[in-house]
């Protein structure tokens, strides 16, 4: 079982930076791959960031590659995403989530999530 717990959102302007941050709960934390998705309103809950056990590879959506980097922390039970160069199409809430396949995109493929939270890019 894991517990997932986000925070680090909120207003920021068009071209701004936030960093968003995970804590994880459970003794197997670490054997879980980790990612980052987000949903606007009215949208479908998309794919941004994956990141595997031991937080050497990533991947990206295409929409946020260059800008976003995922990364996290075993010792700490930690999740993070750099987000710069923020756009106002990135506004949506974020989701942290843990899963047991590296690679995954959807999701449904995940099987643990965070309640999310809002992040919010002014023009």
């Known amino acids: 079982q894991v517990q997932l717990v986000e925070s680090g959102g909120g207003l920021v302007q068009a071209g701004g930076s936030l960093r968003l941050s995970c804590a994880a709960s459970?003794?197997?934390?670490?054997?879980?791959?980790t990612g980052w998705f987000r949903q606007a309103p009215g949208e479908e809950r998309e794919f941004v960031a994956g990141?595997?056990?031991?937080?050497?590879?990533?991947y990206y959506a295409g929409s946020v590659k260059g800008r976003f980097t995922a990364s996290r922390d075993n010792v700490k039970n930690a999740v993070y995403l750099q987000m710069n160069s923020l756009k106002h199409e990135d506004k949506a809430v974020y989701y942290c989530?843990?899963?047991?396949?590296?690679?995954?995109?959807?999701?449904?493929?995940?099987?643990?999530w965070g309640q999310g939270t809002q992040v919010t890019v002014s023009s």
């Open positions: 459970g003794r197997t934390f670490s054997s879980y791959v």
């Open positions: 990141i595997s056990r031991n937080g050497g590879n990533t």
């Open positions: 989530a843990a899963g047991r396949f590296y690679g995954l995109t959807q999701w449904k493929q995940y099987e643990y």
